[in-house]
């Protein structure tokens, strides 16, 4: 099926103040394109100017006969992308938000779309922080390389937010019920873990990421299957990981225990039985649910379940309208206050108890009737 990023890309203002350097670095060297994010003091943070180049130099790329595949990385030394700048929409909350929210989540959805549908190969450096928009930049690629300084998790939890690009889809092609621990435990996993979740494919120490890349850019593309070549040279490079003894292969069978629930009242009881039984873990795990948004947590649960059986498409469709809901929602504000802004990591969350967050509530975050012709469009990525 023939894909239209072109038309579905949209242009829009940049909420930022103009960087004095540019935020995403662009180099074609050999018939490969280099991509590099260019705010490592934020932690290469997606901000709108970022996602709008990205998109841009990706559907420009798409097209291009004379790029045969293209490499992502983060520029400094702390990871390719914490995630979307929260700060920055946190500090605009009394303006147009919901303009510039719109025009934000579709351009980002949209080209997380393309990476998982790119016709060329994407290699995606996923060394150190690979978080929440780094995973929507990564885990559609069609080779992911973790290191031993990888840090994946989809972290919206803390914040009163939801997981998103993506995350309807991919965390349920996860072992069990896996997905839905790490979303609603904003959970930080390492390379083992990450390649037994299926969120990356090739495991190598970060000092060879030089070394690879200039054999990317040395290769004559022309006289090559791409495809085979590239999975040779990084054969050259990676080293298999045994993921059969994961942190999370571990703790499978109680995570689908408990998880495999279908409402947050449930997963919390069962966890409340084993760790009262002395089960470590469960009341670890209890814990850290207790400390998240109620309202976030119910919606997310939801989210899930309704991604089971949804296309990627309609995932982010679904995702588009949860993240409209979840810019009028006043725990988003208190989460990136507690978390970004005053750093007190003490949220006062309203409802602060499950059983006052309704189901009329929840199933209102999954209705949006302002943006449907921007969600019919969508369509035309299918």
Request: aromatic share 10%.
């Amino acid at each position: 099926m023939t894909l239209n990023h072109a038309s579905f890309y949209r242009k829009f203002d940049e909420v930022n103040d103009l960087m004095s350097e540019a935020s995403v670095l662009f180099e074609v060297k050999n018939n490969v394109g280099s991509i590099r994010l260019n705010r490592p003091k934020v932690l290469n943070s997606l901000n709108a100017e970022m996602v709008r180049l990205l998109s841009r130099q990706l559907i420009e790329w798409e097209y291009d006969p004379s790029i045969s595949l293209v490499v992502i990385s983060g520029e400094g030394t702390k990871g390719l992308c914490a995630g979307g700048d929260m700060r920055a929409i946190y500090d605009l909350r009394d303006s147009n938000i919901l303009g510039l929210a719109r025009e934000f989540f579709s351009t980002e959805y949209s080209m997380d779309i393309m990476i998982h549908q790119y016709p060329k190969p994407v290699i995606v450096n996923m060394d150190g922080i690979v978080m929440g928009g780094g995973v929507g930049l990564s885990v559609g690629a069609s080779h992911r390389i973790v290191t031993e300084k990888t840090k994946w998790a989809m972290p919206e939890m803390n914040i009163g937010f939801f997981p998103d690009v993506g995350a309807s889809y991919f965390l349920n092609q996860m072992p069990g019920f896996t997905g839905r621990y790490l979303a609603l435990t904003s959970g930080i996993i390492k390379a083992q873990d990450v390649m037994y979740a299926g969120a990356g494919d090739y495991f190598m120490n970060s000092d060879n990421w030089t070394n690879l890349t200039t054999d990317l850019f040395n290769t004559d593309w022309a006289l090559n299957d791409v495809e085979d070549e590239v999975n040779r040279i990084l054969k050259r490079y990676c080293q298999p990981i045994d993921v059969k003894n994961a942190n999370l292969a571990t703790v499978q069978e109680k995570i689908d225990q408990h998880f495999s629930h279908i409402s947050m009242e449930e997963i919390i009881s069962s966890l409340e039985g084993a760790a009262n039984n002395g089960d470590e873990w469960a009341k670890e795990t209890l814990h850290t649910l207790l400390s998240k948004s109620p309202t976030s947590l119910k919606v997310t649960l939801r989210q899930l379940q309704e991604g089971e059986n949804k296309s990627l498409v309609d995932c982010f469709k679904m995702e588009f309208i949860l993240g409209m809901n979840f810019m009028t929602l006043p725990d988003f504000y208190e989460g990136v206050r507690a978390v970004l802004v005053d750093k007190d990591r003490s949220p006062k969350w309203s409802p602060s108890q499950f059983k006052d967050v309704t189901e009329e509530a929840v199933s209102a975050f999954f209705r949006w009737e302002e943006d449907e012709d921007l969600l019919n469009k969508f369509d035309t990525l299918k």
